[in-house]
């Protein structure tokens, strides 16, 4: 795993992007974690994907091993980051999906972020 392309998209290597996050390291931006927090979907990381979810909005679990048919991540596209505040950003981005063996869908969302005690935490978005 740690000499594969990250799921991000980055370009970047696993090990040199989105693994320290997974591994507890704070994301320097909300774009990171956005990005961090796709590669936790690829992946199937609920722990990581709850953990970065912000406690306001957070639900109880996400079910990504039971979920059927599991969707196939196709890829990530950033589209915007801005830093809205201090402590706030939003990210919009677009993923490509596929649910079992239907045809690849796109979920265009605008997540809002926020950082609280150095840490950066996903909010809630609109979906495009
Ligand atoms: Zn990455």
């Not at 392309?5 to 992007?17: D, Q, R, V």
Request: charged share 20%; net charge neutral.
């Amino acid at each position: 795993m740690t000499a594969s392309t990250c799921p991000c998209g980055s370009g970047k290597t696993f090990a040199a992007c989105c693994a320290p996050l997974h591994e507890g390291i704070a994301a320097a931006t909300a774009e990171a974690l956005m990005r961090s927090r796709y590669s936790a979907y690829v992946l199937g990381n609920e722990p990581y994907l709850l953990a970065t979810w912000h406690a306001d909005t957070r639900p109880a679990s996400l079910d990504l091993a039971i979920q059927s048919p599991k969707p196939t991540w196709l890829g990530l596209d950033v589209k915007r980051h801005t830093v809205t505040g201090t402590d706030s950003a939003v990210v919009e981005f677009v993923a490509r999906l596929r649910h079992g063996g239907g045809r690849a869908e796109r979920l265009h969302e605008t997540s809002r972020f926020v950082r609280e005690n150095g840490q950066w935490f996903y909010v809630d978005g609109d979906i495009a």
